[in-house]
């Protein structure tokens, strides 16, 4: 990934693939501007499935994860263990929360990975996700990150309680935006719109060119929000 910039690592956690897309369309953006760009998916140790499958297991991963239960992950590339322009960690709200396998990661390497480094979070979320950037950004700074940037944040498109609604019962294993039935009204898809994808690549764009104009991690400022209604 070739550019006149600077070197951006993303570390990345997508459970169904909502934080994966918009990721994609982001990098294409950063190549306008970058150097290198390094991707390093965080790979639970124990698999997960998408979607649970059932409203017990919906209920009880949603219990576990509220109280910030950890999962651990696979060992990191030493690669990503050195000094970078703007790391990018991204990642669901679970919960009100960071994902168990982003924590994980903090706990087990946020000291060598984030000291003096500029962090920019990236949060997919159905809309509840101050106390996922506050909490991380409070971890974060434990484990002496230099800055901690105003956060990227995609919120569903669909208005609550339907996105809430149409979440859980996604993860229970039903297609509440298929069909007929009255809730498609309300709950036309899940996840982000196609307008937010978009819109993923245009930020990647101008992330780029402030980061290889020399702009610091402080100035760096996002409308959030990104909530397009598709």
Same mark, same amino acid.
Not at 7 to 19: A, D, F, G, K, V
Not at 87 to 100: D, E, K, L, M
Not at 155 to 180: A, D, M, N, Q
């Given at each position: 990934?070739? &550019?006149?910039?600077?070197? @951006?690592?993303?570390?990345?956690?997508?459970?169904?693939?909502?934080?994966?897309?918009?990721?994609?369309?982001?990098?294409?953006?950063?190549?306008?501007?970058?150097?290198?760009?390094?991707?390093?998916?965080?790979?639970p140790e124990q698999s997960l499935t998408f979607?649970?499958?059932? @409203?017990?297991?919906?209920?009880? $991963? $949603?219990?576990?994860?509220?109280?910030?239960?950890?999962?651990?992950?696979?060992?990191?590339?030493?690669?990503?263990?050195?000094?970078?322009?703007? @790391?990018?960690? !991204? %990642?669901?709200?679970?919960?009100?929360?960071?994902?168990?396998?982003?924590?994980?990661?903090?706990?087990?390497? *946020?000291?060598?990975?984030?000291?003096?480094?500029?962090?920019?979070?990236?949060?997919? /979320?159905? *809309?509840?996700?101050?106390?996922?950037?506050?909490?991380?950004?409070?971890?974060?700074?434990?484990?002496?990150?230099?800055?901690? /940037?105003?956060?990227?944040?995609? +919120?569903?498109? /669909?208005?609550?309680?339907?996105? +809430?609604? &149409?979440?859980?019962?996604?993860?229970? *294993?039903?297609?509440?935006?298929?069909?007929? &039935?009255?809730?498609?009204?309300?709950?036309?898809?899940?996840?982000?719109?196609?307008?937010?994808?978009?819109? !993923?690549?245009?930020? %990647?764009?101008k992330l780029g060119m402030d980061i290889s104009? &020399?702009?610091? !991690?402080?100035?760096?400022?996002?409308?959030?929000?990104? !909530?397009?209604?598709?």
């Amino acid at each position: 990934m070739q &550019g006149p910039g600077k070197r @951006i690592l993303i570390l990345y956690y997508s459970y169904s693939h909502q934080t994966m897309s918009l990721l994609k369309k982001m990098v294409i953006g950063l190549e306008e501007n970058v150097l290198e760009i390094r991707m390093e998916r965080l790979i639970p140790e124990q698999s997960l499935t998408f979607p649970v499958g059932s @409203i017990s297991g919906t209920v009880w $991963m $949603m219990l576990k994860t509220f109280f910030r239960k950890r999962l651990p992950i696979k060992s990191l590339n030493p690669m990503v263990f050195s000094s970078w322009d703007l @790391i990018i960690v !991204a %990642g669901p709200t679970w919960s009100f929360n960071p994902s168990g396998v982003v924590l994980s990661m903090l706990d087990r390497d *946020g000291r060598k990975l984030f000291r003096d480094q500029d962090v920019l979070p990236l949060i997919s /979320c159905r *809309g509840y996700w101050r106390f996922h950037f506050w909490g991380l950004r409070s971890m974060l700074k434990k484990y002496s990150a230099r800055t901690v /940037c105003s956060p990227i944040v995609f +919120t569903h498109p /669909c208005p609550e309680p339907w996105s +809430t609604i &149409g979440v859980f019962l996604k993860l229970s *294993g039903k297609i509440p935006e298929s069909g007929r &039935g009255w809730l498609r009204r309300y709950y036309p898809k899940y996840g982000h719109s196609n307008e937010q994808i978009a819109m !993923a690549r245009e930020l %990647g764009s101008k992330l780029g060119m402030d980061i290889s104009n &020399g702009k610091s !991690a402080s100035e760096i400022q996002f409308e959030t929000p990104v !909530a397009i209604h598709s």
